[in-house]
């Protein structure tokens, strides 16, 4: 293949980059995404937030998602033994959108990238990037590997790494660093839901908590399908033996509310095992590159924050380089890095005192008063920016407060 120039090189081609790709064509920059894999593919980030729905309305994205009839998703339920704590997006603090999704994502994502195709975005798929060179001015040389074993070279004027977990961009020029979060591992499959409930029992996303550091994801999609999955410490997982299906099939067995239900279900493919979930760098940005979504933080699964921190910095960061190449100013720092880690601080913040235990008090022993709940709930629909709510301005110690007032009944 001949080699490419282009104004913006994006890696990857899913909720991120689509998101990336479509602002950008949408405001006529010269856009190119190659994506290792073939779609649909299995990926896992299968519920959304509200929060995203309005990232992919910006780039006309929403119209062809909901021709696909997905799972529609309202709010989230977390269980502990006989507790409940239920959460309704419509009944939130911040103004937004009070659904979205949960659904396959291979399905999810193919109708993103067949939309953009059909557009007219280049979208290269089964191409690996292997190689990238910056020169001083930020233009970039990336090598390119086709599923046939051949190389070409994409030059760039900017490069939006959108990899996910594939990380390309921090792989290539060693930008990870540890996560400040504690490490867990997850184990998850699809079935057949044939004795799923009717009604909202048997389409409500759940987390079925079975003590501060172990939960179970119960996904339903519209397609009959269930996604469940154990988010754990490492730890446990490891005491599971056998097979992944073997070890799966033994820890359903905790789950005194979904045992019954799973049980005798097959499983739609060996589970699958991801280790050690949570991500960061040391930087998000740098001279002709930005990083997003996966590829650049990654949280926990806990509350599914991922896709929406991947939309959102897609978006910024498509609005960005559209700035800079119409010769504006563009200040990285403080409008994109600064932006995005604000957003992670405060899911960052929920993930860890959802570990210590503090927001599961709240949830299962608060008898949490309206308000309260309608500024947790803003939070949990992806509205992490919205610094009129208390429980982001405050969440560095908020939530601790609040839950130690309720331990000593107060």
């Known amino acids: ?82 507790n409940v704590a239920e ?17 396959p994502r291979a399905d999810f994502d193919k109708t993103l990238t067949d939309e953009l195709v059909r557009r007219g975005v280049g979208i290269q798929f089964e191409q690996e990037v292997v190689g990238v060179e910056f020169e001083t001015d930020g ?75 172990c939960w ?9 399908k269930t996604s469940i999955g154990y988010v754990c410490t490492n730890d446990f997982l490891d005491s599971f033996k056998g097979s992944k299906t073997e070890r799966l099939r033994s820890m359903l067995k905790l789950s005194d509310y979904y045992y019954e239900r799973f049980k005798d279900e097959d499983f739609l493919f060996e589970p699958w095992v991801l280790q050690n979930h949570s991500k960061s760098v040391t930087k998000l940005y740098g001279k002709g590159f930005a990083l997003t979504g996966n590829s650049a933080e990654f949280l926990d699964p806990v509350f599914s924050s991922g896709v929406t921190f991947a939309t959102e910095s897609g978006l910024l960061s498509a609005k960005l380089i559209t700035k800079k190449l119409k010769g504006q100013t563009v200040d990285w720092e403080s409008e994109y ?36 709940k309608r500024q947790i709930c803003a939070v949990l629909a992806g509205y992490v920016w919205d610094d009129t709510n208390p429980f982001v301005k405050k969440h560095n110690r908020i939530i601790k407060t609040l839950a130690t007032a309720i331990k000593m009944g107060v």
């Open 1 to 82: 293949m001949l080699d490419t120039n282009v104004d913006v090189l994006i890696i990857g081609a899913g909720p991120s980059g689509c998101v990336a790709a479509g602002y950008l064509h949408k405001y006529g920059i010269d856009v190119k995404v190659v994506e290792k894999n073939k779609f649909p593919r299995f990926v896992i980030g299968e519920s959304l937030l509200p929060r995203c729905m309005h990232h992919f309305e910006e780039v006309d994205l929403l119209d062809c998602l909901k021709t696909q009839d997905f799972e529609i998703k309202t709010g989230a339920r977390f269980l502990r033994g006989h």
């Open 87 to 103: 959460f309704d997006f419509s009944k939130k603090h911040t103004e937004g959108y009070d659904w979205t999704w949960q659904m």
């Open 139 to 213: 233009t970039s040389k990336t090598q390119i590997k086709t599923k046939e074993g051949d190389d070409y070279v994409i030059n760039a004027k900017f490069i939006i790494d959108a990899s996910g977990h594939g990380r390309v961009l921090p792989r290539l020029l060693s930008l990870d660093k540890p996560p400040e979060l504690s490490q867990h591992s997850s184990i998850f499959t699809h079935v057949n839901d044939n004795k799923r409930p009717k009604g909202k029992e048997g389409s409500f996303i759940t987390f079925d908590v079975l003590d501060k550091e």
């Open 216 to 224: 179970l994801w119960v996904i339903p999609f519209s397609n009959g």
């Open 337 to 372: 890095s600064d932006y995005i880690k604000k957003g992670v601080s405060v899911f960052g913040s929920y993930v860890r005192e959802w570990y210590s235990g503090h927001l599961q008090t709240i949830f299962f022993e608060g008898n949490t008063n309206p308000e309260i």
